[in-house]
T-cell receptor, first 112, second 116 residues
Framework: AQRVTQPEKLLSVFKGAPVELKCNYS??????LFWYVQYSRQRLQLLLR?????SIKGFTADLNKGETSFHLKKPFAQEEDSAMYYC??????????????WGLGTSLAVNP | KAGVTQTPRYLIKTRGQQVTLSCSPI?????VSWYQQTPGQGLQFLFE???????NKGNFPGRFSGRQFSNSRSEMNVSTLELGDSALYLC???????????????FGQGTRLTVV
């Protein structure tokens, strides 16, 4: 079964410390993977996707097919990074029925 | 380009009542998905509509239903409300299709439903 697991419900770090939000997936094919973020009182929005291989707000995420992981990393956390982070997967392959499969989310708190 | 619009923003209902929530997707988006978000359960998928047809469904009871109109606007209905239905209900739209950018979900700000 296709599944996304975010093992940490809550992650607390100090400002300036490195942060890694874990995401593991279960899928036998080649998925598309995303990180979405929800800041306080704002709508849920896309942070980055693995296809783009980009860095957004200092965050990067590398798809590791061997470990079936897509961990989100930032070398120096900022207070404004405090938010809820969701990892999501879209199964690859043909057809339009490619729904997003979501992890339960990790709440990141960056303390001053 | 206008974003995803959900109405109303807040609702208070009594147990046993029914409620209808509305979602207007981004122009040109054919897929509309609904989610329930609660502090304890995170983001839970309710269902997805594409071209007026429900094509994906989550594990929610039959009290939760939806529909999509020809202009892609969608409504979600919850009948016989229970206290546990209190949550933020999110709607997301996407282009849908094979292209990678087509799967990005754009979310509305949600409807906060409180059942008393």
């Amino acid at each position: 079964a296709q599944r996304v697991t975010q093992p940490e419900k809550l992650l607390s770090v100090f400002k300036g410390a490195p942060v890694e939000l874990k995401c593991n997936y279960s899928y036998s094919g080649s998925p598309e993977l995303f990180w979405y973020v929800q800041y306080s009182r704002q709508r849920l929005q896309l942070l980055l996707r693995h296809i783009s291989r980009e860095s957004i707000k200092g965050f990067t995420a590398d798809l590791n097919k061997g470990e079936t992981s897509f961990h989100l990393k930032k070398p120096f956390a900022q207070e404004e990074d405090s938010a809820m982070y969701y990892c999501a997967l879209v199964p690859g392959g043909a057809g339009n029925n490619r729904k997003l499969i979501w992890g339960l989310g990790t709440s990141l708190a960056v303390n001053p | 380009k206008a974003g995803v619009t959900q109405t109303p923003r807040y609702l208070i209902k009594t147990r046993g009542q029914q409620v209808t929530l509305s979602c207007s997707p981004i122009s040109g988006h054919r897929s509309v998905s609904w989610y329930q978000q609660t502090p304890g359960q995170g983001l839970q998928f309710l269902f997805e509509y594409f071209s007026e047809t429900q094509r994906n469904k989550g594990n929610f009871p039959g009290r939760f239903s939806g529909r999509q109109f020809s202009n892609s606007r969608s409504e979600m209905n919850v009948s016989t409300l229970e206290l546990g239905d209190s949550a933020l209900y999110l709607c997301a739209s996407s282009l849908a299709g094979q292209a990678p950018w087509a799967t990005e979900a754009f979310f509305g700000q949600g409807t906060r439903l409180t059942v008393v």
